[in-house]
């Protein structure tokens, strides 16, 4: 058996089974603390109230559920939707984790390879993740509020470093194609925040998926469009 | 029993370790099949364990940002809950967001009035609620957008090479977008932001760490934490940005 028969029919079929019963019993897993508080404390929700709860939440949250599994999907691929949705922190950590994980061994993103490591770099991810919160939670907010404000202050930048290292370790292979994407975005969001978009209806999260997702589509089309055989391509157009 | 007493006391732990040990059941069956099958197509286990590492040492940043996100959530949810909601599904924005949204129906304010047992139960189910619409749509579409994938590659494994290089690229950009970009009305509309000094610092720093690693991957490594680190440092001690 050849290696795309393999991961075709062998590795591919056997994770997607994983990947459904294991989202499946992680929705009904997140309800056990519900019903302990239910059962076990008599604490109940006010069940009249919780709906309106729920459509504020939806309002607010509810086209990200749609938007970021659609956007991230061409980056996660379908394994890696199924573990990065369920452990949440993708662009902080899941996407950041499977492509370094990628780069370290130049595995070709999209390549059978290049899949199997962007697993294994983000289940590396989330086992770090979830200790260091236990950690973190076992020592509890006494010790980590004596950190002084300059320490937590300065790890708000982290991220934003973060991505910028990225989008050069990235970009530089690639720098027409990355300049002109950044250069997109930039433009983007500043006409969201001019009122471009006040005509979209899901306000509230607009900056949060209409930039990604928009970016990853434009970015697919323009490559699928230019490149033919030879890699040639000019910064693709700005709105 | 006080909320908080509540939210603390060990069957919440108990309840919250569940959720919290499936993921950690997922990442290692995903991490097990996934090395099984770079060995069943003859893929060296030192790059597996090369990419563990790289993708180890990328974590550290992160984690730490996450853990300093939980402080908020260890206050005002409690240690289990904040613990398992960034485990699961969460993401720091949301937790806090959603858990407001919840007690703010109970006329409950977060961090600012004293939670009550009701508030609590809301701020919970409204968490979970809230946040179970990504998984459940995640999970049920993944193989069907695969398939729209394969379409438009036709299988060729260059065209899906150039498909996820360029998402990958198009996703970092407007992440980065993101931050270069602020506005804040009373700061007199669009600002220099430190995330921004950030950004770029962090951009080129990595420039630079690309440029001297060149030839020695062993600091290669370490490239982008380094960047990351010293960008963030730098933009905290040196006086630009808002």
């Known amino acids: ?239 | 029993m006080d909320a908080m007493q509540i939210a603390n006391s060990i069957p919440m732990w108990v309840a919250c370790a569940i959720p919290v040990g499936l993921i950690i059941f997922q990442a290692f069956l995903f991490m097990n099949k996934a090395r099984q099958a770079c060995n069943a197509i003859g893929y060296p286990d030192e790059k597996v364990k090369q990419a563990i590492k790289s993708s180890a040492i990328t974590s550290i940043g992160p984690s730490l940002v996450i853990l300093s996100g939980m402080l908020s959530l260890l206050i005002t949810v409690g240690g289990p809950v904040g613990w398992m909601r960034l485990s699961l599904i969460g993401s720091v924005m949301f937790e806090s967001i959603a858990a407001g949204i919840g007690t703010q129906q109970v006329g409950v304010t977060l961090g600012t009035d004293p939670m009550t047992p009701t508030a609590l139960a809301m701020a919970v189910w409204t968490m979970v609620l809230c946040s179970i619409g990504w998984v459940i749509f995640a999970t049920f579409s993944a193989s069907r957008m695969e398939k729209i994938q394969h379409k438009i590659t036709g299988g060729s494994t260059k065209r899906m090479a150039m498909i996820s290089g360029a998402a990958i690229i198009g996703c970092f950009a407007s992440f980065v977008g993101s931050h270069l970009v602020k506005f804040n009305a009373e700061l007199g509309g669009f600002y220099f932001s430190k995330n921004a000094v950030a950004a770029i610092l962090g951009a080129l720093i990595m420039f630079v760490m690309l440029k001297v690693s060149a030839k020695n991957k062993k600091l290669a490594e370490w490239n982008l934490f380094i960047a990351m680190i010293s960008a963030m440092i730098l933009t905290a001690v040196l006086p630009i940005g808002k």
């Open chain 1, 1 to 239: 058996m050849n290696k795309k028969e393999y991961y075709e029919n062998e590795y591919m079929p056997k994770m997607h089974r994983y990947g459904k019963l294991i989202g499946v019993l992680g929705v009904l897993a997140a309800f056990i603390p519900c019903i302990v508080l239910l059962v076990v404390f008599k604490a109940a929700p006010e069940w009249g109230k919780l709906p309106a709860a729920f459509l504020t939440g939806s309002a607010t949250f509810g086209f990200l559920w749609f938007m970021e599994p659609i956007g991230y999907f061409n980056v996660l691929g379908p394994v890696g939707t199924y573990m990065a949705f369920l452990s949440g922190n993708i662009s902080n950590m899941r996407v950041p984790c499977a492509s370094m994980a990628q780069v370290s061994v130049d595995a070709e993103p999209g390549s059978e390879e290049g899949s199997l490591i962007a697993t294994i770099g983000m289940a590396v991810s989330v086992l770090i993740n979830v200790s260091v919160l236990t950690v973190g939670v076992i020592l509890g907010s006494v010790i980590l509020s004596k950190l002084p404000p300059s320490v937590t202050g300065a790890l708000g930048y982290l991220l934003p470093a973060l991505f910028g290292a990225l989008l050069m370790q990235f970009g530089i292979k690639d720098v027409k194609y990355a300049v002109g994407m950044l250069a997109y975005c930039v433009i983007l969001y500043v006409l969201i925040f001019k009122g471009a978009f006040a005509w979209v209806p899901p306000q509230i999260s607009l900056s949060n998926w209409l930039p990604i997702i928009s970016a990853v589509f434009l970015g697919i089309a323009f490559k699928l469009l230019t490149n033919k055989d030879k890699p040639k391509e000019e910064a693709p157009k700005e709105e």
